[in-house]
């Protein structure tokens, strides 16, 4: 399977982003899918997650009432829309696919990775 992350760049602060995932190799609809970041010197962290109709969605705490993840089945592209952004929003963004039921907030529960997308936001 392929993920291609695309969508980064740098933004002030107080502005938005959106990151979109495509994904090819694998039936799209069978997998859940999640966003994680990781920064300079920081582990990789959570950021959202989606069930793999959609009707579920999931985001860490340092980005709830910011960021929103949705996904398209029929284009199998997953996206991050990300509002008020911070300078600590600052990372690499990475999406994944994992094949588990439940939504995952653990690398561990995904088997697959994009190659990142850099996000920098300017105070």
């Known amino acids: 399977v392929q993920l291609q992350a695309s969508g980064g760049g740098l933004v002030q602060a107080g502005g938005s982003l959106r990151l979109s995932c495509a994904a090819s190799g694998r039936t799209f609809s069978n997998d859940v899918m999640g966003w994680f970041r990781q920064g300079p010197g920081r582990q990789r962290e959570f950021v959202a997650g989606?069930?793999?109709?959609?009707?579920?969605?999931y985001c860490g705490n340092s980005v709830k009432g910011r960021f929103t993840i949705s996904r398209d089945n029929a284009k199998n592209t997953v996206y991050l829309q990300m509002n008020s952004l911070k300078p600590e929003d600052t990372a690499v963004y990475y999406c994944?696919?994992?094949?588990?039921?439940?939504?995952?907030?653990?690398?561990?529960?995904?088997?697959?990775w994009g190659q990142g997308t850099q996000v920098t936001v300017s105070s």
């Open positions: 989606i069930s793999r109709a959609g009707l579920r969605t």
């Open positions: 994944a696919a994992g094949s588990t039921t439940l939504v995952m907030m653990t690398t561990q529960g995904y088997d697959y």
